[in-house]
C-alpha cells in the first residue's frame, strides 16, 4: 500500500507558512461578518470568540502579550 511522503519542519517554519494564511482567512471571515451585518459587530459571551478576547485581554493587563498596529499585522 503507498503511503503519503513525510516532511519535517520546524515550529518556526510552520509558523512561518501558517500565519499568513491565518491572518488572511480570519480578516476575510470577519470582513464578510461585518458586511453581511450591517457593519455591526457584537460578540455574545457564549461564542468563542468572545473568550479568546477576553484571554488576550487579561494577558494584555498581566503585560503578558504584546499587541501589534494595524500596519505589522496586515502589512498595510
Known sequence: MPTSPSIAITM???YTALEPLIRRV???ELTSFVKN????FFLDSS???YN???DIFQRKIQGKVKL???EEV???
Open 12 to 14: 518556526d517554519e510552520l
Open 26 to 28: 480570519v480578516r476575510e
Open 37 to 40: 451585518n450591517n457593519n455591526t
Open 47 to 49: 461564542m468563542p470568540l
Open 52 to 54: 479568546d478576547m477576553q
Open 68 to 70: 501589534f498596529s494595524h
Open 74 to 76: 496586515w502589512g498595510e
